[in-house]
């Protein structure tokens, strides 16, 4: 990629119409090709107006005028790339923003690739790549949590901690250099206690971070949620009940779902990704056998299983093979049919296994808002505060942070066997070394380049 080119893309939709369109030019000569494309009503140059300014005229390409737009020049290092940026605001025609991208192309701007606003923002030391990461985070975000989770990480409180850490493992590693170098002002052995000390709190932060992968990954990608029971209890009238249309057959005949069904769904700000699965009975039919056996694999699998009961039926042997299988899960049960006469109580349950219940009823759609509470504090322990909150939702990020721990014990390790100063520098910067990949301070251009072709084109 030349840092010296002047890129422009489409910044909005390109596969819809709306009320308006962005195409975005960002380089050394974007004001240059927006004054080449833009006829001022008032005859105005951008060359000559202040930086953050909008101005009204017409696109033109070649002399031919293609749309009416606001115009909005922004000047280099205030700006999201830190160069020049200028930003077309035109009508939001498919056909009229790729006319309006096709003139400033032909006045010299590049195409940009997929993410290059964002690289370019990381190569100017704007944001971090950790930032940039979040910049994708949120246009990819499904729910309240994964949002405001990416917010907070563009917001650099990520980047705040790891510099943290960075830091205090640089500050020691520095001192057992200079002791090594002159040891008749640093006394290197005193300096034990304070540098075992300093690793094991920064050991401590780093599994601090470790422990949100799981509230991270479950806010970024969504609860793998198996709804399992036995035939009839009601396992797809839940499901049609929180996706609100009818995704799943209903019949009163047992055995109707013999394969899994899927269905992505948000429950008070949290992402369940459902499955519901084949009624688990004792059968001889083959195929509804294989839907069994993949249910009772999903089920090992699952952030969180929903085990359906019909409350208006005694437990049999299915129910109990069913929480055999799920009792060391996190189960939420739920006691369909409370319309009818119960039968099963939620006693009857924790009696076996140790799990939240709910009563509903699925025909009748009650109890769905206890249920939808219930699911949100099973994750986050009720309401989730974010004001000060890292959650880790980066698996690039997890395995760099399991790396810098495994270094730091090695470190700690090697104080309690009195292994030699220098030999200890070597798993300190390798811990340092980890940390900086995930803000981008030690970054090889191909690991840049797969982050960022994951960006749409225009970001």
Excluded at 53 to 70: M, Q, R, S, Y
Excluded at 403 to 417: F, M, P, R, T
């Amino acid at each position: 990629m030349e840092m010296e080119d002047t890129i422009a893309a489409i910044s909005t939709s390109t596969v819809s119409s709306g009320g308006i369109s962005i195409v975005r030019i960002s380089g050394p000569d974007a004001i240059i090709i927006g004054d080449k494309v833009f006829k001022s009503k008032k005859n105005i140059k951008l060359a000559n107006v202040q930086s953050h300014t909008v101005h009204f005229g017409n696109i033109c390409d070649n002399g031919n005028e293609i749309d009416e737009a606001l115009v909005i020049v922004m000047k280099s290092p205030n700006t999201y790339t830190k160069e020049n940026i200028v930003e077309i605001d035109c009508h939001g025609g498919i056909l009229v923003t790729k006319k309006v991208l096709e003139a400033v192309l032909n006045a010299g701007a590049r195409l940009a690739e997929p993410g290059e606003f964002t690289k370019r923002a990381f190569l100017n030391g704007r944001i971090d790549l950790s930032q940039a990461e979040a910049v994708i985070d949120i246009i990819n975000a499904k729910n309240d949590y994964a949002l405001k989770s990416s917010v907070n990480q563009l917001d650099g409180k990520l980047s705040e901690k790891i510099k943290n850490i960075r830091e205090i493992i640089l500050n020691n590693v520095a001192f057992i250099e200079a002791a090594l170098d002159d040891p008749e002002h640093f006394d290197i052995d005193a300096n034990v206690n304070n540098l075992k000390n300093d690793v094991e709190n920064c050991l401590n932060n780093v599994d601090n971070l470790l422990k949100t992968c799981d509230n991270g990954r479950i806010m970024h990608d969504g609860v793998r949620t198996v709804i399992l029971g036995k035939t009839n209890a009601g396992k797809s009238s839940l499901l049609n009940v929180l996706a609100r249309e009818e995704r799943a057959i209903v019949t009163d005949i047992e055995g109707t779902t013999r394969d899994t069904l899927e269905e992505m769904i948000n429950l008070s700000g949290v992402t369940l990704n459902l499955i519901d699965t084949a009624g688990i009975r004792k059968t001889d039919d083959v195929v509804e056998s294989i839907g069994v056996n993949k249910a009772k694999k999903l089920a090992e699998v699952a952030d969180l299983v929903i085990y359906v009961v019909d409350s208006s039926r005694s437990l049999d042997d299915n129910d109990y093979e069913i929480m055999e299988l799920i009792k060391d899960k996190k189960v939420l049960v739920i006691l369909n049919k409370a319309d009818l006469a119960q039968v099963t109580t939620a006693e009857d349950i924790k009696k076996i296994i140790n799990c939240e219940t709910v009563t509903i009823s699925a025909k009748q759609e009650t109890g769905i808002e206890e249920l939808e509470e219930t699911v949100k504090n099973m994750f986050f322990n009720g309401e989730v505060k974010f004001n000060e909150d890292v959650y880790i939702t980066s698996t690039r990020h997890k395995e760099l942070l399991k790396k810098a721990e495994n270094s730091l014990k090695l470190v700690l390790d090697g104080i309690d066997n009195m292994v030699s100063e220098d030999f200890l520098t070597i798993d300190l910067m390798a811990a340092y070394e980890n940390l900086g990949l995930i803000i981008g301070e030690e970054i090889e251009d191909d690991l840049a380049n797969r982050i960022f072709s994951k960006f749409c084109m225009g970001k």
